[in-house]
C-alpha cells in the first residue's frame, strides 16, 4: 500500500478527515518552502499538496497566481522543486 493509501486507510479507522494544506514551491522565496513544510507537518497536517510555479497559471484563483508570481521572481523551477521536495523527505 502507498504512503498515501495508508494515510487515508488510518484516518478513515480513526474517524477522522485528512488537512492536506497546499503552498506553492518557492513562495515567498525558495530558502523558507522546506521549513514551511515541516512547519506543516508539525501543526497537524496529514499529507502536503506541493505547486510547481508556472507562468500562466489561468486555470487558478488569484491567490495562487501570486504565489506563482512571487515564486517565478526567484526563478523557482521544477529541478528546484524537486531538490526542496528531495531535502523535505
Given at each position: 500500500m502507498?504512503?498515501?493509501?495508508q494515510c487515508f486507510s488510518d484516518l478513515k479507522a480513526n474517524g477522522?478527515?485528512?488537512?492536506?494544506?497546499?503552498?506553492t514551491a518557492g513562495d515567498p522565496n525558495?530558502?523558507?518552502?522546506?521549513?514551511?513544510?515541516?512547519?506543516m507537518v508539525e501543526a497537524g497536517a496529514d499529507l502536503l499538496e506541493l505547486g510547481v510555479p508556472?507562468?500562466?497559471?489561468m486555470a487558478e484563483g488569484p491567490v495562487i497566481?501570486?504565489?506563482?508570481e512571487r515564486a517565478l521572481v526567484h526563478n523557482t523551477?521544477?529541478?528546484?522543486v524537486l531538490a526542496m521536495?528531495?531535502?523535505f523527505r
Open positions: 502507498s504512503r498515501i493509501a477522522r478527515k485528512a488537512l492536506i494544506p497546499f503552498v525558495p530558502s523558507v518552502t522546506v521549513s514551511l513544510l515541516h512547519a508556472f507562468s500562466d497559471p497566481q501570486k504565489a506563482c523551477s521544477l529541478r528546484d521536495v528531495k531535502e
